[in-house]
Every structure is written in C-alpha cells, then in structure tokens.
C-alpha cells in the first residue's frame, strides 16, 4: 500500500539553527499538510498546501516556518531559526482531496538543545 | 481551533475485555475519522465515517456517527495486546483545508 514517507527520522540541532524535515507525499495526492505533536500531547496542525500554495495555516506557523514543494514528488517544511520550544514530532500527511482522511508519516522527531 | 474531547482519557483494561471511547465536538461535523498511534510512528487512519447514524465496523473495531453530528464513538471488540496505543478522533474544517484532531485516549491492555 503506498505510503508517505519522512525524513530524516530524527533530527538534533542547536537553538537558532534552520533545520529542513523532508516529505514524500502519496503519488496521486492533491493536498499536503505538516502537523506536529509534543510529547504525550495531542497532534496540532501546523500548515496545509494546495495548488503550490498553502491553503490554511495555524497560528503555530510563524515567520519562522514555510514550506515548498521544490519538486513533483517531494515537501519540505524549513524552521528557520529554531527555538527549544520547537522540539517536537514533525508528521506529514497527504490526501486525496480536501476534506478526505489523511494519510500520516512517521514523523520526524526533532530535539532543539 | 475547534475543541474535540474524548473520553476517557486513558483506559486500563484486561485482554478480551470490549472498549469504549467516544469524542464529543462544539460544532457539527459531516465527516468523523478514527485513528490509531503506536509509539514512536504516525497515525494510521482505522474508520472514516461520513453520514449521521452510519455504524461502520473494521474487523473488531465498530465506529459510529452521532445523530447530533456533533460525536462519534469507536469500539473495540475482545480486546488483544496490539490494540495498545492512543486513539485520536478528527474532524474536518469548514473549509476542508484540515482536520482538528482530538485528546486522544491511551489504551493500555494487561494480558
């Protein structure tokens, strides 16, 4: 069964750095979507993309997060500057259409020290 | 955001035992997705349900729609050491642009 795929699996960067998580969405998928999860917390939505545009975004997402589809296959979301309270797991998810059940990665779990 | 509740918050039950768990929303939803987490990976969708009343089942497990499109609730049936883990419902926005996600309830089963 095809499935979205994440890397890398685990991330550890310094405060201030810029760190890129990397997304392989599901081939015929239409609609990409990062959300994050802090430990032994519910999962929150960060941003969705549409169209090669993002189509809604949460609070969370500040200046300091974008995200790109450099390529047909691939999505990336870039933290530019990170911050402690940035540690969390990273999950990517795709979907058919909008509105249709998403499909999530494994995540990326990325330690800010 | 949207508030989605679920209770219980965790569960702590023996092996063959029937689970329940349920999640209730401010505002009415046409679409409610169950999902499942394992340690340390994704979640994995399990039910999506689509109309109010619709009982859909997967195997042991049996969601349900509320009729005031504002719940839904997820049984498991005979409960077995790999059920352990934490469900999440979901329901989208009114734009369809995302899916608010739940509390979550952890599910430990003793065998």
């Known amino acids: 069964e095809p499935e979205v795929t994440q890397t890398p699996s685990h991330q550890v960067t310094q405060m201030g750095q810029e760190v890129i998580l990397r997304c392989v969405p599901i081939s015929n998928h239409l609609y990409f979507y990062w959300y994050r999860q802090i430990l032994g917390q519910k999962v929150e939505f960060l941003v969705s993309f549409y169209n090669n545009e993002i189509s809604e975004k949460s609070e969370i997402f500040d200046d300091q997060f974008s995200v790109e589809r450099p390529d047909g296959s691939n999505f990336t979301l870039k933290i530019r500057s990170t911050k402690l309270e940035d540690s969390a797991m990273y999950f990517c998810?795709?979907?058919?259409?909008?509105?249709?059940?998403?499909?999530f990665g494994n995540g990326t779990r990325l330690t800010v020290t | 955001g949207q508030q989605l509740n679920q209770s219980p918050q965790s569960m702590f039950i023996q092996e063959g035992e029937d689970v329940s768990m349920n999640c209730t929303s401010s505002s009415i939803f046409n679409t409610w997705l169950w999902y499942k987490q394992d340690p340390g990976e994704g979640p994995v969708l399990l039910i999506a349900l689509y109309k109010a009343g619709e009982l859909t089942s997967n195997g042991r497990l049996t969601a349900q729609f509320g009729i005031t499109r504002k719940d839904s609730f997820l049984n498991i049936s005979a409960s077995i050491p790999s059920d352990v883990g934490i469900y999440f419902c979901?329901?989208?926005?009114?734009?369809?642009?995302?899916?608010?996600f739940g509390t979550g309830t952890s599910l430990t089963v003793i065998p």
């Open positions: 979901a329901g989208p926005s009114n734009t369809g642009n995302q899916f608010y």
């Open positions: 998810a795709s979907s058919v259409t909008g509105g249709s059940p998403l499909h």
